[in-house]
Every structure is written in structure tokens, then in C-alpha cells.
């Protein structure tokens, strides 16, 4: 069940929650425990029985190997790590990548193999790289023991298994050890609920409804229609939009929930539109993701204790398997790619480091490249993203509705001379609907105060006020969130808001991932 249902608003967090506080009160933590491992497996099972076997058989597996390298650490424990790793990235290519490769060899020597058309287990790639990370750090000493009952609340606990954060198996087994972690306080309701909600209306109101622009471009285009250039832009725009705020929604719903059973998780968004360039973008977006890449791929490959040629190649190594990570495509592949040479590109110029571009333009070529990247992620096949690419420069044709020929006071023979067709109908969307509503969301992402900072008095997450310095400055301590009616009543209506317009059949965009 996704978190933006009425079986999840309505029935099992209230459940959840309750039984966790009953179970508080006149029970031993263990039960509380045993309490939130269950109902995790009930969240996870509710999307499929099925798969349910497969997360139970993972979790076994990998707890097996946890408990062997403590008896063997001495003289098999690499070893076993190893088999741990490769069972798991085994088991995920499995399910991930098996049809992909299968249909590119048949493809480049005209074979025949049929296809197995494995479907993909709900949130693998996130328990898996849980796992992966767990028996690392295990390994390292970083973790000494673990009982079974911690163990699964760290791999499957419902607000992060299907989607992120990809925690540090330390960070929430410390505070799974502590004994006022599960203790009842107002503020953790508190603190915890307006998260979920301000993360609820991103994503109802915000992301479902910007989306609608995007899904009709993409669709028209993937379709073979030649979409118009501003038309293009405005539905390139309007993804660019839906990704940010469906993924910040979740994000934010996902401490959310966590802080509700006194529980924080790391922060994982932090205002990456904001960012000055692509080294700044990912240590803003999918924070938790980029820290795994950086520690489990970037590193072990060397880093940068080679030198910078090395340095480049392993960024270009991770962006592009960061990018076929995220799905079994070759448009996922070149856009890991694309953001791969403009890393190595960034950090070369970094190094150089003679002339810095202003602030306002170094943003706006950083979107700029954002945007483009999206076009990729977002495509289905290569063919569509190329179809696209070819709108937003105007070589499928340039089209002019006739309104906005009267907004730009220019004449029809002039707008004709330029080789440029006038419309009196839009072609797929309505361009002028569609840039008013981004123009606004524009604004937002650029100079609004993200939530954690509005909240920062109250720390929602694990670093505290340490990603938010930067921006400390922009808003007055007497704006910032504190349980008080006006906040309250501010939460109400939100709240009210998003509950009308839930779109039962749309699910977070990170869950095919």
C-alpha cells in the first residue's frame, strides 16, 4: 500500500501506531519490536504475497551469513563477505536485469533466447542495498552483534522498505539499543505528523498534478507524435517538477512516519534545484543513495587516491552504474552516463579553478543539465527521448499559438517570416496553463525554505541542523514550525486538502526502482 491510500491514511497507520503505544504501555520492548516487524511485513505483503517469500528468504540468508562471519570473522570472513555481496547483487540482477541482458544479446547476434519476463519484486534494489551495506559494515566491525528481532526492523521497517533512505545499518540500530528511543513524547507525534502531511500535499497536490503535463508529452511523443517545441519544454518542465516533489513528498513522509515511532532518519532531500552545480545537485538529491554509491563503488574503486584520471574514471564507473541501478534500460544507462562526463567535466573545472561563474548562472545551467537528464530518465526508449531532444531545439517544427503572439505584441507576418507555424489550437497541452503553474513551482524550489529548515528547531533529522546551514539565514527564527494552533490549523486544512484529491491508482515514481 502506498503511503497517499485511504487503506494506509485511514486504516493501517492508525493501527500501527496505536498498537505501538498500547503495546508501550503494558508490554516489554521486545514486544514493540516484534509489533513493528510484523505489521512492516504485513505493509510489504499487502503489494504481494508473493514477493513477500522473496524479502523473508533475503532476510534469512544474509542474517545466516551475519551470524557465520561472527563465528569464522578471524579466518573466512572476507570470504564470506564476499558470497554475501555476490548473493545479493546476484539476486538482484536476477530479477532487475535478466530480461534486459537476455534481449540485447538476442539483439546484437540475432539469437532467439526467450525471455523468462521475471516481474520485478516491489523495493528490491532498496533491501538489497540495505543488506549489502549491513554485511559490509558488519564485516568492518562497525556493528559487533545483532539479534534477529533488530536485524529485520532494520532491514524492513515499513517507512523506508520500498523506497528509501538507504540507511546506515548503525544510525537506526543505535537507536533501536536506546532505551528512550521508543518512549511516548508529544513532540515525536507532533514533529512526525507535519512532516507526513507537508510530504502527503507535495505529492497529492502537487507532483499528481503537474504530472498530468508530462505524461502527455512523454505518451504523444513515445506515440511518434512530433510535439512542439514549447510544448516540449513546458511538458520537459513539468516532470522536471513531478520527480522533485513526488520524491521530496515521499522523503519527508518517509521521517515522517519514522519520527512518530521516535525513530530518525537520515535527511535524504535538501533543496537540490538550489544547487550551483552537479557535485552540489547529488549531495542534495537522493542523499542517502549518492552516500551508498560513494562508499560501496566510488571508494572501494580507488576514489581518489590515484590521482585525478582515476578519480574521473571511478566517478564515470558510479554514475553510470548508479544509473543502471535505477531500472533495466538503456535510457537509465545513458543518463548515469550523461551525469557521469558532466561530474568529471564539474570537478576538472573545480580544479581549474580560475574564473567562477556567477551564482544565478552556474543554477541555471545546473537545471538546465538537470532537465535534460530527466528527458532521458523519463523516457521509455531511447527512441522517445531522441524524438524529445528534437522538439526542445525546434526540429520537429516550431509552432506559435496565435495568444501568445498577442502577449508578445508581435505581428502574424512577422511570427510567419521567422518559419514559424501559428496554432489556434494546442497541439497536445496547454502551454499557457502548464508554464503559469511551473513559473510558480519554480520560484518555490529556488528560494522557499525546505521543510526541514522551517523545522529545524525540533532537529526532524538524524544531522540535526548540519545540512541546513546554508540557509539558516534566509528565515527568521520566529516563522520557523513549533506546535502551535496556527500550525495546527495549517496542518488541518492540508490535510482536509490532500485527502480530497488522492488519486487512488497513482504511486510514488521511486517505487519502480
Known amino acids: 500500500m502506498a503511503f497517499s491510500t485511504y487503506i494506509f491514511l485511514l486504516?493501517?497507520?492508525?493501527?500501527?501506531?496505536?498498537?505501538?503505544?498500547?503495546?508501550?504501555?503494558?508490554?516489554?520492548?521486545?514486544?514493540?519490536?516484534?509489533?513493528?516487524?510484523?505489521?512492516?511485513?504485513?505493509?510489504?505483503?499487502?503489494?504481494?504475497?508473493?514477493?513477500?517469500?522473496?524479502?523473508?528468504?533475503?532476510?534469512?540468508?544474509?542474517?545466516?551469513l551475519v551470524q557465520a562471519m561472527n563465528v569464522w570473522r578471524e579466518t573466512y570472513g572476507r570470504f564470506i563477505l564476499f558470497i554475501g555481496v555476490s548473493v545479493n547483487l546476484v539476486l538482484?540482477?536476477?530479477?532487475?536485469?535478466?530480461?534486459?541482458?537476455?534481449?540485447?544479446?538476442n539483439k546484437m547476434f540475432d539469437w532467439s533466447l526467450s525471455l523468462p519476463e521475471v516481474i520485478l519484486p516491489l523495493g528490491i534494489s532498496f533491501y538489497t542495498f540495505q543488506q549489502i551495506a549491513f554485511l559490509v559494515d558488519h564485516w568492518k566491525g562497525r556493528i559487533v552483534d545483532?539479534?534477529?528481532?533488530?536485524?529485520?526492523?532494520?532491514?524492513?521497517?515499513?517507512?523506508?522498505?520500498?523506497a528509501g533512505p538507504i540507511i546506515d545499518p548503525k544510525e537506526i540500530l543505535s537507536q533501536f539499543d536506546r532505551k528512550n528511543s521508543w518512549l511516548f513524547r508529544w513532540n515525536h507525534l507532533s514533529v512526525g505528523l507535519t512532516?507526513?502531511?507537508?510530504?502527503?500535499?507535495?505529492?497529492?497536490?502537487?507532483?499528481?498534478?503537474?504530472?498530468?503535463?508530462?505524461?502527455?508529452?512523454?505518451?504523444?511523443?513515445?506515440?511518434?507524435?512530433?510535439?512542439?517545441?514549447?510544448?516540449?519544454?513546458?511538458?520537459?518542465l513539468a516532470y522536471t517538477f513531478q520527480i522533485y516533489f513526488d520524491f521530496s513528498g515521499y522523503s519527508d513522509m518517509a521521517v515522517g512516519l519514522a519520527r512518530m515511532f521516535g525513530i530518525r532518519f537520515p535527511q535524504n532531500f535538501n533543496s537540490p534545484y538550489q544547487a550551483v552545480d552537479l557535485i552540489e545537485f547529488w549531495r542534495r538529491w537522493h542523499?542517502?543513495?549518492?552516500?551508498?554509491?560513494?562508499?560501496?563503488?566510488?571508494?572501494?574503486?580507488?576514489?581518489?587516491?590515484?590521482?585525478?584520471?582515476?578519480?574521473?574514471?571511478?566517478?564515470?564507473?558510479?554514475?553510470?552504474?548508479?544509473?543502471?541501478?535505477?531500472?533495466?534500460?538503456?535510457?537509465?544507462?545513458?543518463?548515469?552516463?550523461?551525469?557521469?562526463?558532466?561530474?568529471?567535466?564539474?570537478?576538472?573545472?573545480?580544479?581549474?579553478?580560475?574564473?567562477?561563474?556567477?551564482?544565478g548562472l552556474s543554477r541555471f545551467i545546473t537545471l538546465l543539465a538537470v532537465m535534460f537528464g530527466w528527458v532521458l530518465f523519463r523516457a521509455d526508449t531511447m527512441t522517445t527521448a531522441i524524438n524529445i531532444f528534437k522538439s526542445l531545439f525546434?526540429?520537429?517544427?516550431?509552432?506559435?499559438?496565435?495568444?501568445?503572439?498577442?502577449?508578445?505584441?508581435?505581428?502574424?507576418?512577422?511570427?510567419?517570416?521567422?518559419?514559424?507555424?501559428?496554432?489556434?489550437?494546442?497541439?497536445?497541452?496547454?502551454?499557457?496553463?502548464?508554464?503559469?503553474?511551473?513559473?510558480?513551482?519554480?520560484?518555490?524550489?529556488?528560494?522557499?525554505?525546505?521543510?526541514?529548515?522551517?523545522?529545524?528547531?525540533?532537529?526532524p533529522t538524524l544531522q540535526g541542523n548540519t545540512l541546513l546551514q546554508a540557509e539558516e539565514s534566509r528565515m527568521l527564527d520566529r516563522f520557523k514550525w513549533y506546535?502551535?494552533?496556527?500550525?495546527?490549523?495549517?496542518?488541518?486544512?492540508?490535510?482536509?486538502?490532500?485527502?480530497?484529491?488522492?488519486?487512488?491508482?497513482?504511486?510514488?515514481?521511486?517505487?519502480q526502482f
Open 92 to 105: 538482484l540482477g536476477y530479477f532487475k536485469y535478466i530480461d534486459f541482458f537476455i534481449s540485447n544479446i
Open 394 to 459: 525546434g526540429l520537429n517544427g516550431i509552432f506559435l499559438h496565435q495568444k501568445w503572439i498577442a502577449k508578445l505584441g508581435l505581428s502574424y507576418e512577422y511570427v510567419a517570416s521567422l518559419g514559424i507555424e501559428i496554432q489556434d489550437t494546442y497541439t497536445v497541452i496547454n502551454t499557457e496553463q502548464a508554464l503559469g503553474w511551473e513559473l510558480f513551482l519554480l520560484a518555490v524550489v529556488l528560494w522557499v525554505p525546505n521543510i526541514y529548515t522551517w523545522m529545524s528547531r525540533y532537529s
Open 195 to 236: 512532516l507526513f502531511v507537508v510530504g502527503l500535499a507535495k505529492k497529492v497536490l502537487i507532483a499528481d498534478s503537474i504530472g498530468v503535463y508530462a505524461d502527455k508529452i512523454f505518451f504523444s511523443a513515445a506515440g511518434g507524435m512530433n510535439v512542439p517545441m514549447l510544448e516540449a519544454w513546458a511538458g520537459v
Open 11 to 64: 486504516l493501517f497507520l492508525p493501527v500501527t501506531l496505536a498498537g505501538f503505544y498500547v503495546i508501550y504501555r503494558f508490554f516489554p520492548r521486545r514486544w514493540r519490536l516484534i509489533w513493528l516487524v510484523v505489521l512492516s511485513f504485513v505493509f510489504y505483503a499487502y503489494w504481494s504475497v508473493s514477493d513477500l517469500f522473496l524479502v523473508l528468504t533475503s532476510i534469512a540468508l544474509n542474517y545466516a
Open 483 to 511: 506546535p502551535h494552533p496556527v500550525y495546527s490549523l495549517i496542518l488541518a486544512v492540508l490535510t482536509v486538502w490532500s485527502l480530497t484529491h488522492i488519486d487512488q491508482g497513482s504511486s510514488f515514481l521511486y517505487f
Open 287 to 359: 542523499i542517502t543513495l549518492s552516500r551508498f554509491l560513494r562508499n560501496h563503488v566510488y571508494i572501494p574503486l580507488g576514489g581518489n587516491r590515484q590521482g585525478k584520471l582515476a578519480s574521473y574514471r571511478n566517478i564515470f564507473i558510479t554514475m553510470t552504474l548508479g544509473g543502471l541501478w535505477h531500472g533495466a534500460s538503456w535510457t537509465y544507462v545513458f543518463w548515469g552516463m550523461g551525469h557521469g562526463v558532466c561530474l568529471v567535466l564539474n570537478h576538472a573545472w573545480r580544479s581549474w579553478g580560475r574564473w567562477r561563474l556567477p551564482d
Open 146 to 162: 545483532i539479534n534477529i528481532l533488530n536485524y529485520c526492523l532494520c532491514i524492513c521497517f515499513f517507512p523506508h522498505l520500498i
